[in-house]
């Protein structure tokens, strides 16, 4: 498969990034570790004509704490660096989790943090080449007008595949995006739009140029469990991130579970700090915070393994994250 | 006698140095001057009257240099005989999504894709067939007229009595299994340079495990004298039946550089790898096996039906060796075998690891693990209580020379600690053995013949290096090392002097390919054939000189000694010397055809199953499951396999590995998954063959039982593992869970529902286990 013809721009600011973006308009497009962008492109599912290569920017790389003792992680950080860095290890335990089941090691050595928050939404139906999606005729998101998984519908239901985005969200993660009218904050839940098409709050001319990990999450315990096929490569079919607070009575004080892979959007289970903040271990709570998540996720026929399936492991793997976050992290 | 100076050795292969440093050259590493890019157009519909094809905007695109369709090449080809039913481009009809329509020759390789979207075919969508059980019951709309009923081929072998032995025996089993089609998945995706030469000959550099057979069917389809035509194989990386056929590109290449007058190089995609395919078929097995009560196997009966995609390919020798092999493992006095191979709408199967004989064994090995369990008797056991007696013919005709298997499954058993773990391990862990056996080399040419099936020349000249002209392939599975070890050994020369020449048609004399498990038997009798002549004809030379018997000679470490006289001593670049002065020229030829005996019987589909001999493998696997995500995880496997004598340890382990590794994929997670024709996972990252992390320890265990006709009593190391492992993972899920899943691949999901239902059959809950997770 070949790359569509386009032109490379190097920016070596990111002011210089937003001018190129804003000067280009739809047709520009951002790439970094590629690992995302470069498949996708090769199926000509982008077909920018200029492709921002933003990685001079060095700016954006750099894994600091800052006034008040939060944590900013670089947008160009890659993934093995989070991995790595014993920053990230002892404060934010269930990030490393999470990163550290990202594809494979080489993916993860290219791939970058605000890469893997932006990914492209995946669905069986879309990541597929130019000759295999003439030969469908197109999908609702792309190139036609119906949804192969839910036909009839006007809502694309391409999942969010990203590993990261549920553990940042049960850390109580903020964006850092930059525009032509300078820098803006968000908070991470509000960053996805649970729409397989119009999946982030990015407008055209803005970039993610970190995350910030608030001071309040730092020692939460946590950790990430992943559905899939094989122990490395694969994208999660599933996926579940789970943050606690637990006092040395063994009471929770604060909770946080998020599932990925079974929307458009990584989600916070909502009932999940309701349950189970000032409560104690109970093997019938954490069921059924397992319920809610299974409420929360609503997988779709988008990848290899069936919606049902999907469905079971996601009450299975929050039941055991929230067991283990329980039992093991204890101070 | 010494002890060998090559054989038994654990050489690394000679194109090491090559594949590592990236200096080793595969198809699509190969530019030449002036090299144009071609591109296929492929069919969007599974079925599709073409009425017409309009190429001139294509044409008019500036860099393109030639646009060919089906008129360019009507001429019929195929693997088979009787098959042959592809065309380069489809001439008529489109028959799976993915199907060669036309193809563009073009200065880049974006040229050529663009010119793609400016053909316009004129497509008529006719019904499609997809269900190989559906397909067989069409009284229209076939796939291919001569084939009415969409059958590609169908035959039906009984010997003995099975229907007798079947009502006295005690247990009898009846299952029907499944088994989801399955693709090579070889590193390398398929790529052909085609190079016009300028005299107006054809040289065809391409990835092949067959340069004969592509060199016939670029003859028959070109219409030049197969004189005309030079193939060269480069490196190949790996084969495993994919490209045991001629592949459309490699037939698309020549016809767009003899259309241009210029070199064309296709490389595929690796979804187009996925729709040129040649995999294992979807498999439906109906399996019938009955056992005494001592035990003994006394009938099996198969109705085997395979999902054969929309060429005939190997179909037909694929539906026979799973009925030829079914019941030749064991001692089985009455067999019955109805073997379908059916027409879809999908990308054709063909040969792949294990040709034929994985899904049955599959089939076959669970139940005789259930009818074990009937029995009462251990798994082990049972197997013990069928083995044959070789050598001796099998009821379907296979001559046995060599059976290793009783020491196959006695080690496998010792070393997995077979009897402390059997039925012993806390729920959740289990183990399982299964068997399984494979030929080295078909003892029948895919064309009838009484040709030599591989001949050898070698040549040493005054420079005293040893160069072997031979045809065999090597694909990566170490043909080329194993070619040189025997030649070295013979000569007693060091393995730096053997220089080889393979698989060039200008150069090599013929050599039917790299299939079935033949080369090392084939190719390695040949060579040992010619090298004993070089010997013969350098100790002649000997002898005249130092005035000695040459008889009393002997070579070894580069030197040619007398066993009587110690002062007898002349160095092997002297002697080949001598050699050359004394006979001219130092030149010999070696060759190989089966003996008539391995030939088989006379039965209408006789042909295929007989081998000069037969490879054999026994397997234990350990493993656990996790009970609430259906999750398995294998921990080890013990791998015991006969393959005669291993000439090299090393590359033989690294077959016994690389076959259960394939077998282990297939049997929990590699599937082609289909949505009406369209195949759902055309990619490394959705077809999911096993990473590193999921691939347990394998314990290679190196069976000798010497064969007598082999090559130093070699036999096959490079495919009959695989199919033992299949039904060894099936059976340790049994031994761990209670649950037998007769349907592949053995998903988290299948196995949970099994355990679903098993509760609800119990009325309760069954134990919980996390399969020892950490």
């Not at chain 2, 090559?18 to 069919?43: C, E, N, R």
């Not at chain 2, 027409?343 to 089939?363: E, I, S, W």
């Not at chain 2, 590794?661 to 195949?679: C, P």
């Amino acid at each position: 498969m070949t790359m569509p013809a386009c032109r490379v721009a190097r920016p070596k600011t990111v002011e210089e990034a937003v001018r190129i973006l804003a000067d280009s308009g739809p047709e520009a497009m951002i790439i970094a570790g590629g690992t995302d962008v470069v498949p996708n492109l090769q199926m000509k599912l982008f077909t920018p004509r200029v492709l921002v290569d933003i990685k001079p920017i060095r700016a954006l790389a750099g894994i600091t704490m800052v006034a008040g003792g939060a944590l900013r992680i670089g947008a160009l950080n890659t993934l093995t660096e989070i991995v790595d860095s014993p920053l990230v290890q002892s404060n934010y335990p269930v990030l490393v989790s999470a990163v550290a089941t990202i594809a494979g090691p080489l993916q993860r050595n290219m791939g970058t943090l605000g890469g893997n928050l932006c990914l492209e939404t995946r669905c069986l139906w879309y990541n597929q080449s130019y000759f295999w999606r003439k030969a469908l005729g197109g999908c609702l998101k792309k190139e036609g007008d119906v949804c192969h998984v839910a036909p009839g519908g006007a809502r694309c239901w391409a999942v969010w595949s990203g590993d990261s985005a549920p553990a940042l969200l049960t850390l109580d993660a903020e964006m850092e995006i930059a525009g032509p009218r300078g820098s803006r904050r968000l908070p991470l839940a509000k960053f996805y739009r649970n729409d397989g098409i119009y999946r982030v709050a990015l407008g055209r001319d803005e970039m993610v140029t970190a995350v910030f990990l608030p001071a309040r999450t730092v020692g939460r315990r946590g950790l990430y469990h992943k559905l899939r096929i094989r122990d490395s490569i694969d994208y999660p079919l599933a996926g579940v991130a789970v943050a606690l607070e637990v006092d040395r009575n063994g009471v929770c004080r604060e909770a946080r579970v998020a599932v990925t892979a079974v929307n458009p959007a990584p989600l916070l289970v909502n009932e999940a700090s309701e349950w189970l903040v000032g409560q104690k271990y109970s093997p019938e709570l954490v069921e059924r915070v397992a319920q809610a998540a299974i409420r929360t996720g609503k997988p779709l026929t988008t990848s290899a393994s069936t919606p049902v399936y999907r469905r079971d492991m996601l009450r299975v793997f929050t039941r055991r994250a929230l067991e283990e976050a329980w039992k093991n992290g204890r101070d | 006698m010494a002890s060998h100076s090559h054989i038994g050795k654990p050489l690394p292969m000679t194109d090491a140095p090559g594949k590592v440093t990236g200096l080793g050259k595969y198809a699509d590493d190969l530019t030449v001057t002036g090299m144009l890019y071609g591109k296929i157009l492929h069919s969007v519909h599974p079925h599709a009257r073409i009425r017409a094809i309009d190429t001139s905007k294509a044409e008019a695109l500036p860099g393109v240099k030639a646009v060919a369709t089906g008129k360019d090449a009507p001429n019929p080809y195929g693997i088979l005989p009787i098959g042959h039913d592809e065309r380069v481009f489809a001439l008529d009809k489109a028959r799976y999504i993915g199907d060669n329509v036309a193809a563009v020759a073009a200065t880049s390789a974006e040229i050529a894709e663009a010119a793609l979207d400016l053909i316009d075919v004129d497509y008529e969508p006719l019904p499609a067939w997809f269900d190989p059980l559906e397909s067989m019951q069409a009284t229209s709309n076939w796939i291919h007229e001569q084939k009415p009923g969409n059958v590609e081929k169908e035959y039906h072998h009984e010997f003995g009595n099975p229907e007798q032995a079947f009502a006295e025996s005690a247990f009898i089993r009846e299952e029907r299994y499944y088994a989801g089609e399955v693709t090579h998945a070889a590193m390398e995706p398929h790529s052909t340079l085609a190079i016009w030469e300028p005299d107006g000959r054809l040289t065809v550099h391409s990835s092949t495990q067959v340069p004969y057979y592509l060199h016939r069917t670029i003859a028959e389809v070109c219409e030049m004298p197969m004189s005309q035509i030079r193939i060269i194989k480069p490196l190949v990386g790996g084969g495993f039946g994919g490209k045991s056929e001629v592949i459309p590109l490699e037939v698309a290449a020549p016809v767009l550089a003899k259309k241009a007058r210029r070199p064309v190089k296709i490389t595929y995609t690796r979804e187009e790898v996925f729709y040129a395919h040649r995999g294992r078929p979807i498999t439906i097995a109906d399996l019938k096996v009955g056992l005494t009560r001592e035990g003994k196997i006394n009938a099996v009966a198969a109705r085997v039906v395979q999902d054969g995609g929309a060429y005939c390919g190997y179909g037909p020798v694929t539906v026979l060796y799973s009925g030829a092999l079914l019941g030749a493992l064991y001692d089985i006095p009455n067999v019955r075998y109805d073997g379908y191979r059916v027409l879809t709408n999908k990308p054709a199967c063909g040969a792949m690891r294990g040709h034929g004989t994985v899904n049955v064994r599959f089939a076959f090995e669970s139940t005789l693990d259930q009818l074990a369990h009937d029995a009462g008797m251990d798994p082990v056991e049972i197997r013990r209580r069928n083995l044959l007696k070789a050598p001796c013919i099998t009821v379907n005709g296979l001559r046995v020379t060599s059976y290793g298997l009783p020491e196959c499954i006695e080690k496998a058993a010792e070393r997995s600690g077979w009897a402390e773990k059997k039925g012993k391990l806390p729920y959740g862990r289990g183990v399982g053995i299964a068997c399984s056996h494979y030929v080295s080399g078909a003892a029948n040419p895919i064309i009838r013949s009484n040709m030599p099936h591989t001949t050898v020349n070698i040549k040493v000249d005054r420079d005293a290096a040893v160069t072997l002209f031979t045809g065999a392939s090597e694909i990566g599975q170490g043909s080329d090392t194993i070619q040189a070890q025997i030649v070295a050994e013979v000569l007693g020369v060091k393995m730096e002097r053997i220089k080889l020449v393979a698989a060039d048609t200008d150069l090599t004399p013929v050599d039917l390919g790299s299939y079935s498990s033949r080369v090392t038997f084939m190719a390695g009798n040949a060579c040992l054939e010619a090298a004993k002549n070089i010997r013969a004809q350098v100790f002649a030379a000997v002898a005249k000189k130092s005035g000695c018997d040459p008889a009393v000679l002997e070579a070894r470490d580069d030197f040619i000694f007398s066993t009587r006289d110690p002062g007898l001593r002349m160095n092997f670049d002297e002697a080949a010397v001598a050699a050359i002065d004394f006979h001219g020229a130092l030149v010999a030829t070696g060759t190989y055809a089966p003996p008539e005996e391995a030939r088989g019987g006379k039965h209408k589909g006789a042909g295929v199953g007989p081998s000069p001999s037969y490879s054999y493998s026994a397997q234990v696997v350990e493993l656990s499951v996790d009970t609430e995500t259906g999750q398995v995880r294998v921990h080890r496997i013990v791998a015991a396999h006969d393959c005669g004598k291993a000439l090299n340890p090393l590359t033989v382990e690294g077959q016994i590995e690389g076959s259960v590794y394939m077998g282990l994929g297939q049997a929990l997670q590699e599937e082609m998954i289909w949505n009406e024709g369209r195949l759902m996972n055309p990619s490394l990252l959705e077809y999911r063959t096993p990473t590193t992390l999921e691939t347990p320890e394998i314990e290679s265990i190196i069976v000798e039982s010497n064969d007598p006709e082999g090559p130093f009593g070699a036999k096959e190391a490079g495919e009959g593992s695989l199919a033992a492992t299949i039904p060894a993972v099936a059976n340790a899920i049994y031994d761990a869970v209670g649950v037998r899943i007769n349907s592949l691949p053995i998903t988290p999901e299948k196995i949970l529902a099994a355990l679903r239902e098993k509760e609800k059959q119990r009325g309760g809950k069954v134990a919980r286990s996390n399969g020892g997770r950490r």
